[in-house]
């Protein structure tokens, strides 16, 4: 059985395509016309039929190519023929890359991935799934849609979703990925996430550099001579391909193609990826590609799954007229009701038939989201949902759901629970959030939530408590609205550069009382709101009674001789602690990411990011004599981020910061310009921190300050050359910290380290550096999707 092999009318480029079990069916108005049947590898058949009114069964049965070899002369060191060949299309590659560069295409999408085995347990939460799926193989998606592609000049793009569907989701859209995975690119990106440096084409301009080639033999089809060549990579661990591609001879155009990327490959998060590609003559001079499915397969922590990915391209025009702003910010528009349409639309649309295990899923899950919308249902979910689990009590926090109306009630876990700090002792800080949907909508912006929280120090006898209130909504953009008050234990630094577990391990077991901490009756509310463009406008309000805190606890598990706690205060910048006093302070400020693209679905938008710098600016006001206020001054910061692709040479990442006071007539130090210090193992946010750095060393209120973070990954570059990295694909990366705010205050660190260990960690060596002179060196610790420790 041939998958997905292509069904062609002669002389044009309407056709369908095969399913996995070989059926296929075309509506064709009566009339005379000549069938092609084609599979890469394979000899083409054509069949001519006359059609009537009654159906007609046309069956094919496709040999294997027979490849017939050229005559050439042999001569000792001689290159394989497969050379000349490859050369001419690397010649002729950047001329095909531009000759469609404009076209409009419709695209019908199908994506399924199967569960072939799983295990019984994982995590130590056994493996469940509906009670009435006793099949072996796992349909875990199924989905299809039919797209309207539009490219103008290779560089605009927009797809307009036309009809979606996803098996047993009746409210959700189906993938939407009509994009060709062009190999006439040097360097190719396949998906999210699977090589951060893209793949090197075979018939890249340095392709000859990175692979070998073997000529296999020819093979005639519609008068079109063509070219097998076996591609080989010319070493493992390079981002390379393997496989056949097929090039026409002559014109040195790709026919078809069938490629693999494995682990070898610099692959992430899967095993293997196959893609197959067919394109066919639009006319004597233009080919379009008519196929493209992606296979992929992945093994990882006892489950293998795969999957097939088919894109079957019609309805081309190659000289499309597009209306003025036609290509917006919209890169993606998915319609009002196309996730709406009857199984009967799809049996009429669709260009291959189900298979019998897709039909059956839809039939299976489609049934069962009726039945999952009955209260019984949602109540039997909330159970099994609801139950208690370690690790989250423990590490994570503990969620509970009240599906029939929306709700969800969380809990923080145990090591947020209970801390130790030299001011208030051993505490507990007992918080949680409520969480209201306020639409029906599974993806509706609209929501309420509700976060309070209280805390007691056992040392210095304090009972504290506050609470948020915070509102979302925005069909079309996102914005958000929060109040918040009561009486609570903040850090001089309010960006908290040190959290409350990391502060309790450094305080109790090694006497390092790193935070400094205050209390305050304060009240606040803070607002953001997109306003389209990439633009969003953000700020606020707050008052505060800063109350200054003393040690209360001198207890230390360590008792480490030779060590004292140091006062509640930053004892770099200052001999003794703030007074009491009030302040009322505003902001506002706006952050621009130009060229932003969106995807747009009938009730919101989605902002997806650009590939251009982001512009941020915010300004600070404290109000001197309102509410009793004694601050007075003006504080303003500006800084422009970017993360620069660089393909094969990896990923380079930057941040650059001035600011300073304009104004600073009364100034507390919790008002100074702080810096995120780091002085524990666990390393801070790497574009947003030092690693190093002391925490209050170089807080000021200086006019002016300028901060650079820079980092280069290499994304498997020169690792991928290191027998034993390259094997686990562990990445290095290199970069450097600096600060200048006077000559007193100047401040660079640098660091070489290693990403991707256990695909979640990473290991940096740090130098610091004061006045140019070496001042420290350490080691930091980073766990993705953790934060601060």
Same mark, same amino acid.
């Given at each position: 059985?041939?998958?997905?092999?292509?069904?062609?009318?002669?002389g044009? +480029?309407q056709?369908?395509?095969?399913n996995?079990?070989g059926?296929?069916?075309?509506?064709?108005?009566?009339?005379?016309?000549t069938?092609?049947?084609?599979y890469?590898g394979?000899n083409r058949?054509?069949k001519?039929i006359t059609?009537g009114?009654d159906d007609?069964?046309?069956?094919f049965q496709?040999s294997l190519?027979?490849?017939?070899?050229?005559?050439?002369v042999?001569?000792?060191?001689?290159?394989?023929?497969?050379?000349d060949i490859i050369r001419n299309?690397?010649?002729?590659?950047? *001329?095909y890359?531009?000759?469609?560069?404009?076209?409009?295409?419709?695209?019908?999408i199908?994506?399924?991935?199967?569960l072939?085995?799983y295990p019984?347990?994982f995590l130590?939460e056994k493996?469940e799934?509906?009670a009435?799926d006793?099949?072996k193989?796992?349909m875990l998606?199924?989905?299809?849609t039919?797209?309207?592609?539009?490219?103008e000049k290779g560089?605009?793009s927009?797809v307009?979703?036309l009809?979606t569907?996803v098996? !047993?989701r009746?409210?959700e859209?189906?993938l939407s +990925?009509?994009?060709?995975?062009?190999?006439?690119?040097?360097?190719?990106?396949?998906?999210?996430g699977?090589n951060p440096r893209g793949f090197?084409s075979p018939?890249a301009?340095s392709?000859?550099?990175f692979?070998?080639?073997?000529?296999?033999g020819?093979f005639i089809e519609?008068?079109?001579?063509?070219?097998r $060549?076996?591609?080989?990579?010319r070493?493992?661990y390079?981002?390379l391909?393997s496989?056949?591609?097929?090039?026409?001879?002559g014109d040195?155009?790709?026919?078809s193609?069938?490629?693999?990327l494995?682990?070898?490959?610099?692959?992430?998060l899967?095993d293997?990826l196959?893609?197959?590609?067919?394109y066919?003559?639009?006319n004597?001079?233009v080919?379009v590609?008519?196929?493209q499915?992606l296979?992929?397969?992945?093994k990882?922590?006892?489950f293998d799954?795969?999957g097939s990915?088919?894109?079957?391209?019609?309805?081309?025009d190659?000289?499309p007229?597009?209306e003025?702003?036609?290509?917006?910010?919209?890169?993606?528009?998915?319609?009002?009701?196309?996730n709406?349409? /009857?199984p009967a639309?799809w049996?009429s649309?669709?260009?291959l038939p189900?298979?019998?295990?897709?039909?059956?899923?839809?039939?299976k899950?489609?049934?069962l989201?009726?039945?999952?919308k009955a209260p019984?249902y949602?109540?039997?979910?909330?159970?099994r949902?609801?139950?208690l689990h370690?690790? /989250?009590?423990v590490?994570?926090?503990?969620?509970?759901y009240?599906?029939?109306?929306?709700?969800t009630y969380g809990f923080n876990?145990?090591?947020q629970?209970v801390a130790?700090n030299?001011?208030?002792g051993?505490?507990?800080?007992l918080?949680?959030?409520?969480?209201?949907?306020?639409?029906t909508? /599974?993806?509706?912006r609209r929501?309420?939530s509700?976060e309070?929280?209280v805390r007691?120090?056992f040392?210095?006898?304090?009972?504290n408590a506050?609470?948020t209130?915070?509102?979302?909504?925005g069909?079309k953009y996102?914005?958000s609205?929060?109040?918040?008050?009561?009486k609570?234990?903040?850090q &001089?630094n309010?960006n908290?550069?040190i959290s409350?577990?990391?502060?309790?391990?450094?305080?109790?077991?090694?006497e390092r009382?790193?935070a400094?901490?205050?209390?305050a009756w304060?009240?606040?509310?803070?607002?953001s709101?997109?306003v389209?463009? !990439?633009? +969003?406008i953000?700020g606020?309000?707050?008052?505060?009674d800063r109350?200054?805190?003393?040690?209360?606890s001198s207890?230390s598990?360590g008792?480490?001789?030779? $060590?004292d706690?140091?006062?509640n205060f930053p $004892?770099e $910048?200052m001999?003794?602690n703030f007074?009491?006093?009030?302040?009322l302070?505003g902001n506002? !400020? &706006?952050s %621009?990411?130009?060229?932003?693209?969106y995807?747009e679905?009938?009730?919101?938008i989605?902002?997806?990011g650009s590939?251009?710098?982001?512009?941020t600016f915010?300004? %600070?006001?404290g109000?001197?004599?309102w509410l009793?206020?004694?601050?007075?001054?003006?504080?303003w910061?500006?800084?422009?981020?970017?993360s620069l692709?660089?393909?094969l040479?990896g990923n380079f990442?930057?941040?650059m910061?001035?600011g300073?006071f304009?104004?600073?007539d009364?100034?507390a130090?919790?008002?100074y310009?702080?810096f995120? !210090?780091?002085q524990i193992?666990a390393s801070?946010e790497?574009?947003?921190?030092?690693?190093l750095l /002391?925490?209050y060393?170089y807080s000021?209120?200086?006019?002016?300050y300028?901060e650079?973070h820079i980092?280069?990954?290499?994304n498997g570059l020169? +690792?991928n050359?290191?027998?034993?990295?390259?094997?686990i694909n562990? *990445?290095?990366?290199?970069?450097a910290?600096a600060l200048?705010?006077d000559s007193?205050?100047?401040y660079?660190e640098?660091?070489v380290?290693?990403?991707?260990?256990l695909?979640i960690?990473?290991f940096?060596?740090?130098?610091?550096f004061?006045?140019?002179k070496?001042?420290?060196?350490?080691?930091?610790?980073g766990?993705r999707?953790?934060?601060k420790l």
């Open positions: 059985m041939l998958l997905y092999a292509s069904i062609l009318i002669k044009t +480029t056709g369908t395509t095969a996995k079990e059926a296929y069916f075309l509506q064709l108005e009566p009339g005379t016309y069938i092609v049947a084609q890469v394979y058949l054509e001519t059609v009114a007609i069964t046309l069956d496709l190519q027979q490849l017939s070899l050229k005559e050439v042999v001569r000792p060191g001689a290159q394989d023929p497969a050379y299309a690397i010649k002729k590659r950047p *001329y890359l531009k000759q469609l560069n404009t076209f409009q295409s419709e695209v019908y199908k994506g399924q991935l199967q072939r085995s019984k347990k130590g493996i799934f509906e009435e006793t099949s193989i796992k998606f199924l989905s299809e039919i797209a309207r592609y539009s490219v560089r605009k927009k307009e979703v009809s569907r098996s !047993g009746s409210d859209f189906g +990925t009509p994009q060709i995975v062009s190999f006439y690119e040097n360097n190719i990106k396949v998906g999210r699977l090197i018939i301009n392709a000859l550099y692979y070998r080639y073997q000529y296999e020819t519609d008068g079109h001579e063509i070219n $060549i076996k591609v080989i990579p070493r493992k390079e981002p391909f496989g056949y591609i097929n090039i026409t001879e040195w155009r790709i026919h193609l069938q490629l693999q494995t682990k070898t490959s610099q692959m992430e899967i293997s196959k893609i197959e590609q067919l066919v003559p639009f004597n001079d080919w590609i008519k196929t499915v296979y992929p397969s992945v990882l922590f006892g799954a795969s990915f088919v894109n079957v391209y019609s309805k081309f190659i000289e007229s597009f003025r702003k036609f290509f917006n910010n919209t890169y993606l528009k998915i319609y009002e009701g196309s709406k349409k /009857p639309f049996d649309i669709r260009p189900l298979q019998l295990e897709e039909v059956n899923d839809y039939r899950k489609d049934s989201e009726l039945a999952h019984q949602l109540d039997s979910i909330d159970r949902r609801n139950k370690l690790f /989250p009590l590490a994570t926090g503990q969620n509970f009240r599906e029939k109306k929306r709700e876990p145990l090591l629970t130790y030299t001011v208030e051993w505490l507990i800080n918080g949680g959030r409520y969480t209201k949907r306020l639409d909508i /599974p993806a509706s929501a309420i509700i309070p929280a007691y120090g040392s210095n006898n304090h009972l506050a609470g209130v915070t509102y979302t909504h069909r996102f914005s609205f929060s109040i918040s008050g009561g609570w234990v903040e &001089i309010n908290n550069p409350q577990l990391s502060n309790t391990i450094r305080s109790w077991l090694f009382n790193y400094k901490f205050y209390e304060y009240g606040r509310f803070n607002f709101n997109d389209g463009n !990439g633009i +969003t953000f606020g309000m707050k008052y505060e109350i200054p805190l003393e040690n209360t207890y598990f008792d480490r001789k030779g $060590i706690f140091t006062p $004892i $910048i001999t003794r007074e009491r006093h009030q302040a302070i506002i !400020g &706006i %621009w990411l130009p060229g932003t693209k995807i679905y009938p009730e919101r989605v902002n997806i590939r251009l710098p982001t512009l915010e300004y %600070w006001q109000i001197r004599n009793g206020s004694d601050v007075e001054y003006a504080k910061r500006f800084d422009v981020s970017e692709n660089l393909h040479g990442r930057y941040k910061v001035v300073g304009l104004k600073r009364s100034v130090v919790i008002d310009t702080h995120n !210090g780091n193992l801070v790497y574009l947003n921190g030092f690693q /002391p925490y060393k000021n209120m200086n006019r002016l300028a650079g980092e280069h990954h290499f020169l +690792t050359k290191i027998p034993g990295f390259r094997d562990w *990445y290095l990366v290199m970069g910290n200048y705010a007193d205050k100047e660079v640098v660091f380290g290693l990403e991707n260990l695909k960690a990473r940096d060596c740090v130098w610091g004061d006045k140019g070496v001042s420290t060196f350490g080691f930091r610790l766990i999707g953790f934060g």
